[in-house]
């Protein structure tokens, strides 16, 4: 076991659990619990709301296993991915951001039933979002497994038990009102975790940063070639998923939900993401030509999500390695407690409360929310215990999946007037149903689904919408009103 890491570790953790509890307890005797547990009272501003974004996405994969999956897969394909991340949020800031907020909504479900008026679609957004958040944790936990692992010095099946029991319980306890604190607090850590790894690099590399990354892409032809270890269209599908996931996918939209305004959720989207580039383009070109002085054995024998931590621990010594460990395991919690939050609002909130029992109290609702999160995070929890090799691989599919069937309809819905329930619904299936057929049944590159998936989905939403009945007038001016903030 690695002590001093372990200490600082269970200050960290428990910090977090510490919170829930108190969150916990606030919400219990508010009036307006549920608004606290799912959006947090819609009072999060701009600078507490930048921090928070920036957690939800700087996830296990990026900051733990970006390093090692660059240098295996090569570098356009991943750079694609933190580009179109970039662009995606400036897109979601311009389409969604604006309705969304002012709907009022909780959730994906509850916005999209409004506006197409459609039981099948109230039940059919929360399946898409819970497999698709499901697979996206599944990721998240692998990447706490490791971590665990790593400063206990058990096995990686022992360590995931123990971080997910962590991560569910705080969770349940404290819902988006937990999640926020601690996503200050995780997205502070991720910042330090990685001017501390920029800095022992810049230290260790011996030469100009620029030209020993220069050398290590010369050395290793794979990594600055697109094409050698990924085909094209793995890096056009991947730069698609990302592009069109952060207007659709749960755990990043909740927080539009939560700004105190329209103006704070749009800068805030752009604000975390400029903020989380910038790290993901730095410590990729510090860090990544440390790699191979990791020797042959290490990276053969090794899972590539861990050889970070590996370099990370050449630099330093138990205290700083400390904080950086805790500093990769916030940037999996942060996460990790959004999707889990996303996949509970899909059953408790937008199921349960909606189709299930519709008299459901305050305290039903918030008991069906804590059970659906322990139930979900445990089923995730068994199925990561024979993981997917690549994070990043993984929770790329997870948000091109919710992209195919979510999307269009959102998209649409928001912009397009003749965007109807009946073009809505087929286009959710065909989307999420093609992609999923792709993804387990063809052998087909990393990331390329999408490019069949979410095209005919879009194109099926506009043939099936432009040749059935339009929506109604009432229909059509409340999605005015969202746009103009005057309800």
Known sequence: MKTTEFIIMILYIGFCIFLAFYTQRKISSSASGTDEYYVAGRRIGLAVNSIAILAALGSGGSF???IGTNFKLGLPTLAWMTVASICGFALASILVAKPLRNSGKYTVTEFLTERYNSRFIQVMVPIIL???SGIYLMSQMKAGGLIASYITGLSYEWGLVIIALVFILYVSLGGMLAVTWTNVLQGAL????ILLIVIGGLVNAGQGPISFFASTTKEYEHL???GVALPLAAGIGAFVSWFTAPSVIPHLVMRVFTAKDVYSARLSMNIGMLIYGTLMFTSLIVILPFVPELG???LKNTASDMWLLL??????GPFIMGIITAGIMAAVMSTTDALLLACSASFAYDLYGKVINTKASQKQLLRAATISTWVIGI?????????HPFLIVLYTAAVGFMASGLFPPMVLGIWWKRANTIGASVSM?????LFMILFLGFDMPYNTEILIALPVSMLTMLVVSSLTEKPSEETIAKMEQYHTGII
């Open 130 to 132: 819970i497999i698709g």
């Open 379 to 387: 089923l995730v929890m068994l199925i990561t215990l024979k993981p």
């Open 64 to 66: 733990m296993a970006g």
């Open 296 to 298: 042959a054995d290490t």
């Open 311 to 316: 370099i990370a621990n050449k630099f330093f």
């Open 224 to 226: 600055g070639k697109l």
């Open 190 to 193: 991720m910042i330090l975790l």
């Open 429 to 433: 299936v065909v989307g999420s149903v």
